[in-house]
């Protein structure tokens, strides 16, 4: 099983597919015989200051001293979608605004001089853990629609959480659950002090 990661991580499967998505940018230079990145560019060449969608990692991959492209802020990183987050952070189905709303959003910090994004996606989880806590206690995976309400780190809290209720209501209800002790609570099992003040193992 891949485990998604949280950071940006060469080798997570879950992270190149966060890098493969098409953020707005522009170019920042005349840029000869490069038109066919731009499939709606009639043109072989790109001139300065021209917008288009490029992959993200092509935006990452560039050279800092003299890039040619410059990132821009995607439209569900702006302030008219913040005052729609603010409103009602629940309703709002951020799986099909985006699929990796929260990573990609962190990676794009790095290209704008203020904190909204940060604090954007800060108080948007903030409030919709709220929200997909209550789900875990109340529904399950058949009566929602998670692809679409749910961005990609949010389901697999949703799925874990599902999993942890079950297991909790199972141990309520005294089904067979396998509770494991801690290593500290099994090593004092295992050794005890004998009379003389020396260490040895419990007799089992």
Request: glycine share 4%; with cysteine; hydrophobic share 35%.
């Amino acid at each position: 099983m891949n485990i998604p990661s949280f950071t940006p991580n060469y080798y997570s499967l879950d992270d190149i597919s966060i890098t493969q998505e098409r953020i707005p940018c522009r170019t920042t230079q005349d840029l000869h015989m490069m038109g066919f990145l731009d499939a709606s560019e009639k043109s072989s060449n790109l001139p300065n200051n021209h917008t288009m969608e490029l992959p993200l990692w092509v935006i990452l991959a560039q050279d800092e001293r003299n890039p040619h492209f410059e990132a821009l802020i995607p439209d569900i990183y702006s302030a008219a979608y913040k005052e729609i987050y603010q409103a009602d952070a629940n309703y709002v189905e951020l799986g099909a605004l985006c699929k990796y709303y929260y990573e990609l959003g962190m990676y794009l910090t790095r290209y704008q001089n203020t904190n909204s994004v940060a604090e954007m996606l800060y108080t948007t989880a903030q409030e919709r853990l709220k929200g997909l806590k209550d789900l875990c206690q109340n529904v399950g995976n058949d009566s929602l629609n998670v692809a679409s309400k749910f961005e990609f780190g949010e389901r697999l809290l949703f799925n874990e959480g599902i999993k942890t209720n079950k297991l909790f209501d199972d141990w309520l209800q005294e089904k067979q659950v396998h509770i494991k002790s801690t290593e500290i609570a099994v090593n004092i099992r295992k050794r005890k002090r004998s009379p003389d003040g020396e260490t040895q193992d419990e007799q089992q």
